[in-house]
């Protein structure tokens, strides 16, 4: 196939798989493995802070990482516009700014936990990271560029370019342009206070609040503003609530709701489960959801609920931290937690199955030894 532009579609096609091979029930593959290594997970650990650092945050890239020079770097808005755009970094810098705190969680999250078990990226549970992310708002520019009445998407192109499915692409993605004039998406050249980080999209990339990390295109170079849906490869084969190769699935759009747990005591090397001593022990972590603010975690202690305290967070699509005292007894136990928002969904006690690994927000057991 040829290489992706913005407007060139590729059709879903019956057997044609965002992911190299039927599920496994087998080990882990060495291109597994090879993910693994290129993109990381957040520490548990990191669950102590409001904000993650940059090096703690989660990561996920398709492709390779582009080499970017700033200096020579533009952004461009075309298509269903009165007005087209081309604007470098200084232009951006100029133009108003916000500054919003947002939880970002890979859509795979929990991949890993499926069986049979999708083959990508082999996510547990700690693909997330909250971070204060700076630049224009994406509402301000498409109004400067003024959208046309019959326009339907914006899509959203990276500099980063690779093969996936046997179509060579950039990374792109789309939102509807109700969606994308939202007063808080915004165009971010700054993370936590500091220009962007290579790795996270320098020189500006794009943060969907409330939306899974794939709508979140990275190393930004062209926004387009089309007429009729956007059918790339992210958008048409990936990122699909499926349930085998053929199914046309669902989009996976808004993070689900989901909590974490900063597992008590100290981890074994290998194995991870943990070790603590007995007597009173305070149980923290933190909740979130795309969909609706976070209305309730409950703790389970070897089955038995009880509610944890929330805190408020530092914005509507930032986690939320919550805490639950403890008096931890000798013996082996598990800790759970469970989180609800305000629109009714709760995290499932049982993983549910897709073909891509999408989505699966089944709660966290930490397995403990009490000394």
């Known amino acids: 196939m040829s290489r992706h532009t913005p407007g060139v579609l590729h059709r879903r096609l019956p057997g044609v798989s965002a992911h190299p091979g039927e599920p496994s029930d087998g080990p882990l593959t060495v291109e597994e493995l090879q993910l693994a290594a290129r993109n990381h997970s957040m520490p548990l650990e990191g669950l102590r802070q409001d904000t993650t650092p940059p090096g703690l945050h989660y990561l996920l890239n398709h492709f390779d990482i582009p080499f970017i020079d700033a200096d020579h770097w533009h952004l461009r808005v075309s298509g269903a516009v009165q007005r087209s755009l081309e604007l470098n970094l200084r232009a951006l810098r100029r133009a108003p700014s916000i500054s919003v705190p947002v939880t970002l969680e890979c859509a795979g999250n929990g991949r890993s936990l499926l069986r049979p078990r999708p083959v990508s ?34 899509v959203f192109t990276g500099a980063d370019e690779g093969l996936q499915g046997g179509v060579r692409q950039q990374y792109a993605r789309s939102l509807p342009v109700a969606e994308a004039l939202r007063r808080d998406i915004v165009l971010a050249y700054r993370m936590n206070g500091a220009d962007l980080p290579p790795q996270h999209g320098y020189p500006l990339r794009l943060v969907v609040p409330g939306w899974y990390g794939m709508a979140s295109v990275k190393w930004l170079s062209a926004i387009k503003v089309v007429t009729k849906p956007f059918e790339g490869y992210q958008q048409a084969v990936a990122y699909r609530y499926q349930q085998n190769a053929d199914d046309a699935g669902a989009p996976v759009t808004r993070i689900r709701v989901r909590s974490l747990m900063l597992p008590p005591g100290v981890p074994d090397f290998f194995t991870r489960r943990r070790v603590l001593a007995a007597g009173p022990v305070m149980l923290t972590g933190r909740a979130w959801s795309g969909r609706a603010a976070v209305a309730r975690v409950d703790v389970g202690i070897d089955g038995k609920w009880a509610p944890a305290h929330l805190e408020h967070p530092a914005g509507p699509f930032a986690w939320c931290a919550w805490s639950m005292p403890w008096v931890a007894d000798p013996g082996e136990h598990e800790l759970t937690c469970r989180a609800a928002d305000a629109s009714g969904a709760v995290q499932p006690l049982a993983t549910v199955w897709n073909y891509q690994g999408m989505g699966n927000n089944v709660v966290q057991r930490i397995r403990v030894t009490v000394e």
Request: glycine share 8%; charged share 10%.
């Open 121 to 154: 990226q082999p996510w547990v549970l700690e693909a997330v990271g909250t971070a204060t992310w700076a630049g224009v708002p994406l509402a301000y520019l498409l109004e400067q560029a003024g959208v046309n009445e019959n326009a339907v998407e914006v």
